[in-house]
């Protein structure tokens, strides 16, 4: 049998490893992360995977471990890339920080719906941005290892 940990998985958009990770902050990157469990990584008895969670600071402070400011911040930032999208208990879309604040209680957080259609949802990301930071990692790679 299986250690606990080991039993349960959950799928996970290529397209946000291979464009969208490279750009993104340790924060932002461990909210849509968590996002991404507590969304696709649950099943209905229909078998159809989550769309929305109803996720508060609490919660995402304690799967992240970042403060709430930093987390606020990343929601704004993830929100204006358009990785996701906030609602409120009555399904209103919570486009600001400051619609977001009034809220007050939990957030109903989910992957931007055309996520999977990516180039259509952040076409700001480009082949030639990609490459960019590839070739950026691989030379401080190389100062490091020469410097060294």
Excluded: C
């Amino acid at each position: 049998m299986l250690p606990k940990f080991q039993r349960g998985w959950a799928p996970f958009p290529n397209v946000l490893i291979d464009l969208v990770m490279p750009t993104l902050t340790d924060t932002e990157w461990r909210l849509l992360t968590v996002i991404v469990r507590q969304t696709l990584g649950w099943q209905d008895a229909s078998k159809r995977r989550k769309a929305v969670d109803w996720l508060s600071h609490k919660i995402l402070r304690k799967k992240t471990g970042r403060r709430s400011s930093a987390l606020s911040a990343a929601i704004a930032s993830l929100d204006t890339k358009q990785l996701i999208v906030v609602y409120d208990r009555r399904g209103h879309v919570l486009s600001t920080p400051a619609m977001r604040r009034r809220a007050h209680d939990s957030m109903l957080i989910g992957l931007n719906p055309a996520i999977h259609s990516f180039s259509t949802v952040w076409p700001a990301l480009s082949t030639k941005k990609i490459l960019s930071i590839e070739n950026n990692k691989r030379t401080n790679n190389k100062k490091k290892t020469t410097a060294g």
